[in-house]
């Protein structure tokens, strides 16, 4: 995250159209991917933004800046990794995971994992993402252990694009164990793409890969089209059936 924001680029006035983003390829190359600062978190501009690859990312005391950096980490659900020592903990059923149980309560977890991973999600955006869910685009994948809440992560889908926006764990394998519920998901929804924003090492080992920001929107102008699934299953679910063959 930058700490000046003084920079050249778009400002957005507050209560503009919601789509009022610049073209994405007019994103800055430093700091990567910043393409606009100002504008609101209605729910209009936000789903305007996803469509169109561009997702908020700022801290406390900063404008609001928008982003869409090139290239793009994504992960394909066929694509998932599945490690040995994963695997075994999915056997064992010691978590279960269901779907929109708890959003809010994933959002404060993913916001309270540490002063350098979840500062930027101030209340306003908090806020923001549970109006998305409320009116039904975005989502939470929670990972319970003896009826506690140990992982999770939520995220935006908009067609067949799910954009994932943060996880969290409490203990290990739980942030896992939600990822690959929601990768089992969206194979069965029809979701094609898993929007993973910035590559890290430990996506990367799940399975998740980078591509030119062209190609990513090339993909999201082909799935962003299609009406997003009408139902997201909610029941627990033993972590076991996860590693049932389709």
């Not at 003084?6 to 393409?35: K, S």
């Not at 990794?81 to 269901?98: A, D, H, P, W």
């Not at 994933?106 to 991973?117: H, K, N, T, W, Y």
């Not at 252990?145 to 764990?169: Q, T």
Request: aromatic share 10%.
């Amino acid at each position: 995250m930058m700490n000046d924001p003084g920079l050249d680029i778009r400002w957005i006035e507050p209560g503009a159209p919601p789509d009022e983003f610049p073209d994405p390829c007019e994103a800055l190359t430093e700091p990567n991917g910043l393409l606009a600062i100002g504008g609101d978190l209605t729910v209009e501009r936000l789903l305007a933004a996803y469509r169109r690859g561009i997702f908020p990312w700022f801290s406390d005391h900063q404008p609001i800046l928008w982003w869409t950096p090139d290239p793009r980490a994504v992960l394909f659900p066929a694509e998932l990794r599945i490690s040995r020592s994963l695997t075994k903990t999915l056997r064992r059923n010691i978590f279960s995971v269901s779907v929109d149980q708890a959003f809010a309560d994933v959002i404060s977890q993913c916001a309270e994992r540490g002063p350098d991973a979840g500062t930027w999600i101030t209340p306003d955006m908090a806020a923001a993402y549970i109006d998305l869910h409320e009116q039904g685009h975005a989502h939470s994948i929670e990972t319970w252990r003896d009826g506690e809440l140990v992982g999770g992560l939520y995220g935006v889908n908009i067609g067949r694009v799910f954009f994932a926006e943060s996880m969290f764990y409490r203990t290990t394998d739980a942030s896992k164990t939600a990822l690959t519920r929601l990768t089992a998901l969206c194979r069965a929804a029809g979701i094609e793409l898993i929007d993973c924003q910035v590559a890290s090492g430990h996506l990367s080992r799940l399975g998740s890969r980078e591509i030119p920001r062209r190609e990513f929107d090339r993909l999201l102008t082909r799935l962003t089209v299609f009406p997003a699934p009408a139902d997201w299953p909610d029941a627990p679910f033993e972590t076991s059936r996860l590693l049932d063959k389709e």
